[in-house]
């Protein structure tokens, strides 16, 4: 079942049946103008393949809202943002799950279920926040701000939130710092996040780390200003992984589901979404009445990840994700409270 379409009365008809189910043609419907007729032939091989494979090995494929529109639209079952990724793959009953996302995400993925298979079609598929900080980074900062509790970013791998009190995601990080009651948070490693966050929370005293996403840090007010002077009226949405001061000149900032709710629920005339391009994309095909403008950036990590890859890697059982033993009970621990707070 797409998890993003559930829930959700009034869905366009495309929306209503999972991609498994349907024919190719209605498939190539889906995504015609984003894929040249000419190269669909190669690409419905891929695709019937997987779909194949999938129901011979019980295995499902849960991908990021930033996956391009041939993934995201044919063979994902799952789609979302990362925290609904985290809460998909904890109840999955599939013997194998295929990230169509980043390793962070698999990583995930696996510390919820550490006897499944987690494959990741591309393990070089990383993330600029993850690289950012390491586990003796973390126990560096306890030792500095002893008794402080540290608010993880799910874009970190498995051993910085084995260190970690608990996790969030852009989609729920106000909420797990309120939920802690104490006067002062530690919020690594997206700097920026943690500064939008402390713009809402002025209560709260957030300490931070200089880790910044390669793809939002690139936004300027400046972009904001020009798409307002190119299409007067159109409505702003950002990312909370961006500056602060794009963030302050937007309409609305909130995660990649957020930004589909706000689309979704008030149908804005025309919305520049200053995020990764694939949001846009994929948001377009379930919403055609609605104009989407630039600016976007690319998520060179995201875009890693292929139906041809994505193929190969249920072939043949790979990449396959492990998180070491130790790290499992504390990262879990972290993912868990994470999910347990409801924004
Ligand atoms: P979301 O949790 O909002 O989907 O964001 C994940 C991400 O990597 C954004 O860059
Ligand atoms: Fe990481 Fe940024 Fe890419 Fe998201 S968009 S995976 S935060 S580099």
């Known amino acids: ?24 043609a209605a498939l190539y419907d889906r995504v015609r103008h984003h894929v040249p007729a000419i190269e669909w032939p190669a690409l419905a091989e891929d695709i019937a393949a997987i779909q194949a494979l999938k129901r011979a090995r019980n295995a499902v494929v849960l991908a990021h809202n930033y996956q391009s529109p041939e993934i995201f639209h044919t063979v ?20 194998v799950i295929v990230l169509a996302g980043v390793h962070f995400m698999a990583e995930t993925a696996k510390i919820l279920n550490p006897d499944k298979t987690v494959l990741i079609p591309d393990p ?16 560096d900062l306890r030792r500095r701000y002893p008794g402080v509790p540290v608010v993880t970013y799910v874009n970190t791998s498995a051993a910085v939130k084995a260190g970690s009190d608990l996790c969030c995601t ?19 490693p997206d700097e920026y996040l943690a500064r939008n966050v402390q713009a809402e929370l002025p209560h709260i005293e957030i300490l931070t780390w200089a880790g910044h996403c390669e793809v939002h840090e690139r936004f300027t007010a400046d972009d904001i200003r020009e798409a307002r002077e190119a299409y007067p009226g159109v409505t702003v949405l950002a990312h909370p992984e961006c500056p602060p001061a794009v963030v302050a000149q937007a309409d609305f900032a909130g ?9 979704e629920t008030r149908r804005p005339a025309q919305v520049v979404l200053i995020t990764e391009c694939a949001m846009a994309d994929n948001l377009a095909i379930r919403n055609p009445d609605v104009a989407f403008v630039k ?11 292929t139906l ?18 130790a ?9 868990e409270r994470m999910l347990a707070v409801r924004p």
Not at 133 to 139: C, H, K, Q
């Open 124 to 139: 070089a598929a990383g993330c600029s926040l993850a690289d950012s900080i390491t586990a003796a980074d973390v126990r």
């Open 170 to 188: 852009s989609g729920n990080a106000k909420a797990v710092v309120e939920s802690l009651g104490a006067p002062r948070v530690l919020m690594i």
């Open 76 to 95: 994902a079952d799952i789609v979302g943002d990362s925290l609904a990724l985290a809460r998909e793959a904890a109840r999955t009953d599939a013997d």
């Open 255 to 263: 995660s990649t589901a957020a930004m589909q709710d706000y689309v």
């Open 327 to 335: 790290l499992i009970a504390p990262a879990r621990r972290a993912v």
């Open 295 to 305: 600016p976007c950036n690319l998520c060179p990590h995201m875009k890693r990840i």
């Open 1 to 24: 079942m797409d998890a993003a379409f559930l829930d959700r009365a009034g869905d366009p008809p495309l929306a209503t049946r999972p991609p498994a189910t349907l024919p190719l």
């Open 308 to 325: 041809g890859k994505i193929r190969r890697s249920l072939e043949e059982l790979t990449h396959e994700v492990t998180v070491p033993d």
